[in-house]
């Protein structure tokens, strides 16, 4: 395997779960195989995957997911959507107060209207995971 090659593929066993990362020569993708059965990827997991593809220290990555966190969440309380063309819309959706009712009780509560931060999926994510 060239030196290319090498860089390209990679092996990380992160809190016993193995990843197989693999960075697309032409489209510079980075897709994620789990290999055993959990199929989430905590902040430190995907901290250590961008460190390994961008090839960045994990403190770099931290500070710009930490930021990236940080301003969907000010931009979404200002009331404003977040648009990635093929990744996805971040918005605020509305809810609308109604009657629910305790579980345990039967009664009858009243809930209050809420905001709500959403995520609707792009069509090419979409396309990626089918």
Do not use: W
């Not at 460190?51 to 930021?67: C, H, M, S």
């Amino acid at each position: 395997m060239d030196a290319v090659s090498a860089k390209r593929t990679r092996y990380l066993t992160i809190q016993k779960q193995s990843l197989l990362l693999i960075q697309g020569a032409s489209c510079g993708t980075l897709c994620l195989l789990n290999s055993l059965e959990e199929h989430f990827m905590n902040k430190a997991e995907l901290v250590s995957s961008l460190a390994i593809a961008t090839e960045l220290t994990q403190k770099d990555v931290t500070k710009t997911l930490d930021a990236l966190i940080e301003t969907v969440k000010t931009t979404l309380k200002k009331g404003e959507d977040i648009i990635l063309i093929g990744f996805g819309t971040f918005k605020v959706s509305a809810r609308a107060a109604r009657t629910g009712r305790n579980p345990k009780t039967g009664a009858e509560l009243k809930i209050k209207a809420s905001k709500v931060p959403s995520f609707k999926a792009g069509k090419k994510l979409k396309e990626a995971i089918q």
